[in-house]
């Protein structure tokens, strides 16, 4: 079962690790691939944002299976992203957003968002639970609208979702993404009322 609770201090390393995964492939946001852990954390939990994590119940595996090899060779321990919830069981967190204004002042009733699934939680519905949820947790804000600044037209599945969850393409900025493999790639607006 999916969660969704306001993320908290000690969620920044799971967040941090769906972040660097997300970016490294350089075709779905404008960050570097290559960007800092602390640089990526200050934007994601800037002040302005109100930062929300998905999360997922998760057994600990058994004693033998506590840890496993990384890239380099050493061990790390293999529920380093499940943390205990408030009944003691471990959760997971597979996914994050934020929301804030779109604009300052007199456009600041406009929401504008962002999200990120861990890849291993691909398929799983939950970039579709953190949707529906941000709509209702925007209205609960006092927003009366989202918008989508930049959603790179080449990611087709996060295009399907927000047009299946009321977005509607208002403009397309050509050429504004410079995709790693597929080059110059367009970025749409998009758009919805709460």
């Not at 989508?148 to 993404?177: E, M």
């Amino acid at each position: 079962m999916i969660r969704i609770r306001p993320a908290r201090n000690e969620d920044r390393p799971a967040v941090w690790n769906i972040i660097k995964a997300v970016i490294a492939g350089g075709d779905t946001y404008v960050f570097d691939p290559k960007a800092p852990e602390d640089e990526m954390l200050a934007y994601w939990f800037a002040p302005d944002k109100h930062v929300y994590v998905a999360v997922m119940p998760q057994e600990p595996p058994a004693e033998s299976d506590n840890f496993s090899v990384d890239a380099g060779g050493g061990l790390r321990d293999a529920v380093s992203d499940a943390r205990p919830d408030a009944d003691g069981h471990n959760e997971k967190v597979v996914g994050t957003f934020w929301l804030k204004p779109n604009q300052p002042g007199l456009g600041d009733h406009v929401c504008n968002a962002a999200y990120m699934v861990s890849p291993e939680a691909h398929g799983k519905g939950i970039g579709r639970k953190m949707g529906e949820f941000s709509f209702d947790e925007a209205r609960r804000l006092g927003f009366t609208a989202m918008q989508f600044n930049f959603v790179v037209a080449s990611n087709t599945a996060a295009v399907r979702l927000w047009q299946s969850l009321g977005l509607r393409i208002i403009g397309t900025v050509p050429n504004a993404f410079r995709h790693r493999q597929n080059g110059p790639t367009d970025a749409y607006i998009m758009y919805r009322e709460l």
